[in-house]
């Protein structure tokens, strides 16, 4: 994927304009909606424990209703979406923070935030929830009744971020010292995965 990023906004492999995501497209019936979201929060909660990451967090972010040009223009489906993202988010026990203006142009997102070494805010994971593709799309499923039923979501989702990101956030936490990140074909991959999970361990106490 390449992302034209301004000069000025480049840093490092925490932004590039060259970049490789993990990402995947769940279509799902509203029904579903709240299984599947839950399941990815879950999923990138257990990333981020494997790794030994802990200081993050989540982020509801929404569309602004004073900046309709950015967004898809229909208010209803934006506040029915957000309402069940929050639903979902308040279920699971997760403390978060909203940020109006930071969603998607198709639906709001739910974002797992990082902070740099310099301080700067970064999103590692996000959650999208899409009304508008059933639209855009022409979307449409047999339901059980055996009807064409056109309310479909879609949920986008890279629990990883970027590659490039991630790797950045991981050689930050174990401070360089895995030989693996140096020297990816040195040995087996499960090794060099047990000493990066021990380095991120022993850093988190203090070690």
């Not at 981020?48 to 898809?72: A, C, M």
């Not at 029915?80 to 923070?97: F, P, S, W």
């Not at 990140?181 to 047990?194: D, E, I, Q, V, W």
């Amino acid at each position: 994927m390449y992302r034209n990023e301004l000069s000025g906004t480049l840093a490092g492999l925490l932004r590039v304009r060259m970049l490789s995501m993990n990402d995947a497209h769940v279509y799902c019936t509203l029904d579903q909606v709240a299984s599947e979201v839950r399941s990815n929060v879950r999923m990138a909660q257990e990333y981020y424990e494997t790794f030994g990451f802990d200081d993050y967090d989540f982020r509801l972010s929404l569309w602004d209703p004073d900046n309709k040009d950015k967004y898809i223009d229909q208010p209803e489906n934006w506040e029915a979406t957000q309402n069940h993202l929050r639903e979902i988010m308040d279920g699971l026990g997760v403390e978060y923070t909203e940020a109006v203006g930071e969603a998607a142009f198709y639906g709001p997102k739910i974002d797992i935030q990082f902070r740099t070494a310099l301080g700067r805010e970064e999103s590692m994971s996000t959650i999208q929830l899409d009304f508008a593709a059933k639209e855009r799309f022409g979307l449409s499923y047999m339901d059980e009744t055996g009807n064409e039923n056109g309310e479909v979501f879609v949920i986008h989702r890279a629990p990883l971020s970027t590659h490039e990101r991630f790797v950045a956030f991981l050689l930050g936490a174990v401070g360089w010292k895995s030989t693996y990140l140096a020297f990816p074909g040195a040995s087996s991959g499960n090794h060099h995965l047990g000493e990066a999970q021990g380095v991120c361990r022993a850093r988190k106490r203090g070690l």
